[in-house]
């Protein structure tokens, strides 16, 4: 009898150990999950997308001060009215293309503005004056582009500071996220 009690002893103290392992296992491979799981977000939001806020209405009424934004890095190629993020005295900024590389860019006293000798137009409600920076018709130099707000008459944008450099573009905005109220 004595015998029966020590194996029965000795089976709980073996399924008590295998039973701890397994649970020490399985702290393991949830720590190296989230582990994976933060590298990817890391990689992720670093070097894919682009995730900032808002700051100023230059972008008014497409987008607003304390929007949040989501943005693409990868974008091999911008296209004319793209919205996107660039750095320009190592401040982010946002803005819309109105030209690219080799383009040329004429504004007049009446608000109009052409590029390539075309009069653009479009949802923009404010009128597009030039500023005493730049000299026109100016010729966008290339790999640069030339960045304009919606807010034309509240914002600095490239007729205060001249083309932006493709490498000062950290990405194309493809979202927006109201953050009002929250």
């Known amino acids: 009898m004595m015998y029966r009690n020590d194996l029965e002893d000795l089976t709980k103290v073996i399924t008590k150990r295998r039973n701890r392992a397994l649970d020490i296992s399985g702290y393991k491979s949830l720590v190296l ?9 890391w990689i992720l939001f670093t070097q894919v997308f682009l995730l900032t806020t808002v700051s100023g209405n230059e972008m008014f009424p497409a987008v607003k001060d304390g929007d949040l934004i989501i943005g693409f890095r990868l974008q091999g190629e911008y296209a004319k009215g793209d919205v996107i993020v660039y750095t320009m005295d190592g401040e982010a900024r946002i803005g819309r293309i109105a030209a690219r590389g080799t383009d040329v860019v ?5 608000g109009t503005w052409t590029v390539n ?9 404010y009128p597009t004056y030039a500023k005493e920076v730049l000299n026109y ?13 919606d807010y034309r008459t509240q914002t600095e944008d490239s007729r205060d500071f001249g083309s932006i450099p493709m490498e000062n ?4 905005v493809i979202t927006i996220l109201r953050r009002r109220g929250l």
């Open 169 to 172: 573009v950290q990405g194309k």
């Open 117 to 125: 000798g075309t009069t653009q137009s479009g949802e923009i409600v």
């Open 137 to 149: 018709p100016y010729r966008v130099p290339e790999d640069s582009l030339f960045i304009l707000g």
């Open 106 to 110: 004429n504004m007049d006293d009446s």
């Open 33 to 41: 999950r989230i582990a994976f799981l933060l590298l990817v977000g």
